[in-house]
Each structure stands twice: as structure tokens, then as C-alpha cells.
């Protein structure tokens, strides 16, 4: 007796295998930090029957599957435009800065180099 055909035998085992490696890709996709989590993954599996035109009991399948994956977040940050005497600038805030703040460097101030093992030098 002939084996009947399944979504695990079909094409001789290769759609079964493309839905497994499509698998992996959502799976690795969902542990990703970077990746939305709140946004769906989806794995759209396609098969399509064509019967001869002369003999309609022989079917070409032709079958197809893909996932559609979480977006990376997109990268964000903060920055801050100034206006000064040397015109209009723009820069990324530093973690812990509070807006307006000024650093020694802002204004000018160098710190001594540090020599080997933490002593001036």
C-alpha cells in the first residue's frame, strides 16, 4: 500500500524542513534583546495543487513557506543643540548628564594626566 501523503512527507521531507529552519528563524528572532517584543512573528506556509490538464489525477505541488519577523528596536538616544560662538552645534547627552549641566571640559578646565598606578604624573 501506497503511504498517504502528510505535511511531513510531501515533497519527499522538504516541506517539513523549510517549515523547521523557518522555525529556528522566529525562535532565535523572539529571544533576540533587540528585536520588538510586542510585535507577532508569523510563518505563512504555502502549497499549491495544479492538476494536469490531460490527466487530472496527476497534481504538481509546488509549496512555499516563509516567516515574517520582528522589526529590530530602533536605537535611541538623546542629543542636545547649543548655540555658541562657534555657531549651532549638536551632541549625543552622556549617560547621567542633566541638561545644562557643564564639565570641566565645557569650560575650559584640564585634569592632570594620571601616571602609572594612579600617581600624578
Same mark, same amino acid.
Given at each position: 500500500?501506497?503511504? @498517504?501523503?502528510? !505535511?511531513?512527507?510531501?515533497?519527499? /521531507?522538504?516541506?517539513?524542513?523549510?517549515?523547521?529552519?523557518? !522555525?529556528?528563524?522566529?525562535?532565535?528572532?523572539?529571544? +533576540?534583546? +533587540? *528585536?520588538?517584543? $510586542?510585535?507577532? @512573528?508569523? !510563518?505563512? *506556509? %504555502?502549497?499549491?495543487?495544479?492538476? +494536469?490538464?490531460?490527466?487530472? &489525477?496527476?497534481? $504538481?505541488? &509546488?509549496?512555499?513557506?516563509?516567516? %515574517? !519577523? &520582528?522589526?529590530?528596536?530602533?536605537? *535611541?538616544?538623546?542629543?542636545?543643540?547649543?548655540? =555658541?560662538?562657534? =555657531?549651532?552645534?549638536? @551632541?549625543?547627552? $552622556?549617560?547621567? #548628564?542633566? *541638561? /545644562?549641566?557643564?564639565?570641566?571640559?565645557?569650560?575650559?578646565? &584640564?585634569?592632570?594626566? #594620571?601616571?602609572?598606578?594612579?600617581?600624578?604624573?
Amino acid at each position: 500500500m501506497r503511504e @498517504r501523503l502528510t !505535511l511531513t512527507n510531501i515533497c519527499q /521531507g522538504e516541506l517539513q524542513d523549510r517549515v523547521d529552519r523557518e !522555525l529556528e528563524k522566529i525562535v532565535r528572532n523572539i529571544m +533576540d534583546p +533587540d *528585536m520588538n517584543p $510586542k510585535k507577532p @512573528r508569523v !510563518l505563512t *506556509m %504555502k502549497i499549491f495543487f495544479v492538476p +494536469d490538464e490531460h490527466y487530472p &489525477a496527476e497534481v $504538481k505541488i &509546488a509549496a512555499s513557506v516563509e516567516s %515574517k !519577523l &520582528a522589526p529590530e528596536k530602533p536605537a *535611541m538616544t538623546n542629543i542636545v543643540i547649543q548655540n =555658541g560662538a562657534g =555657531g549651532t552645534t549638536m @551632541r549625543e547627552f $552622556k549617560d547621567g #548628564e542633566v *541638561m /545644562g549641566q557643564l564639565d570641566f571640559e565645557d569650560i575650559g578646565f &584640564a585634569l592632570p594626566d #594620571e601616571g602609572p598606578e594612579g600617581q600624578e604624573g
